[in-house]
């Protein structure tokens, strides 16, 4: 049961890459190559004995700067757009930041993880306005990054509390930082089901678009 999300990972993987057939826009492509990233980031977690905490460190530097890309290319705002950069540029002082306040690379860089889920809330946030706001004539429910924003968005607005205190709770009370992870686990299932959609949203279509 503690490994069920492991397959939502896999089969997202799996449907984006049978939807290669159907000539991806380059961020899908992008975005699939994260995925993959991530299921190998997991298995590998798995076989870790004890704290795995550093490779989490690495992996969500990786993600918050591959994802920060995928949105730079999607947004059109330019305003937004130097937003972003400034986050990318940010990195390195949040990696300095977190290195020191949580005492060293093998505990969990909360601060950079906190930063970089309110980054991507901002982010999803913004691209779905823009969709609103520019409106095409294909429906919302046919652009897979409708349903990848709408994802990351409940994934990262749901964790942001639990995502601030895991050390806290990891060093205080560890049955419940146990419990509080299961919201973790359902926010996750429910992420990777919407990036199946998103990649479904390209099937029996000649070109897809962003």
């Given at each position: 049961?503690?490994?069920?999300?492991?397959?939502?990972?896999?089969f997202s993987v799996?449907?984006?890459?049978?939807?290669?057939?159907?000539?991806?826009?380059?961020?899908l492509k992008f975005f699939l190559g994260f995925l993959c990233y991530t299921l190998a980031n997991e298995l590998v977690a798995k076989n870790i004995h004890g704290s795995n905490?550093?490779?989490?460190?690495i992996y969500n530097y990786i993600r918050f700067?591959?994802?920060?890309?995928?949105?730079?290319?999607?947004?059109?705002?330019?305003?937004l757009k130097k937003i972003i950069i400034g986050f990318l540029i940010s990195l390195p002082v949040w990696f300095v930041i977190s290195f020191y306040s949580v005492g060293g690379f093998y505990r969990l860089?909360?601060?950079?993880?906190?930063?970089g889920a309110t980054a991507f809330v901002f982010m999803s946030t913004c691209y779905l306005y823009e969709l609103l706001r520019y409106p095409e004539e294909k429906s919302l429910l046919l652009k897979p990054f409708?349903?990848?924003s709408t994802g990351l968005l409940f994934y990262f607005l749901g964790n942001l509390p639990y995502l601030g205190s895991i050390n806290y709770l990891v060093k205080k009370d560890m049955a419940l930082a146990m419990k509080l992870y299961y919201i973790t686990y359902?926010?996750?299932?429910?992420?990777?089901?919407?990036?199946?959609?998103?990649?479904?949203?390209?099937?029996?279509?000649?070109k897809s678009t962003i």
């Open positions: 049961m503690q490994n069920l999300y492991l397959y939502f990972i896999a799996a449907v984006g890459l049978i939807s290669l057939k159907n000539k991806l826009s380059l961020p905490h550093w490779l989490y460190n700067l591959l994802l920060s890309l995928i949105y730079l290319q999607l947004l059109v705002t330019p305003a860089h909360t601060p950079t993880i906190l930063a409708f349903w990848i359902i926010l996750n299932v429910v992420m990777y089901t919407l990036f199946v959609v998103a990649f479904i949203s390209t099937w029996n279509r000649r």
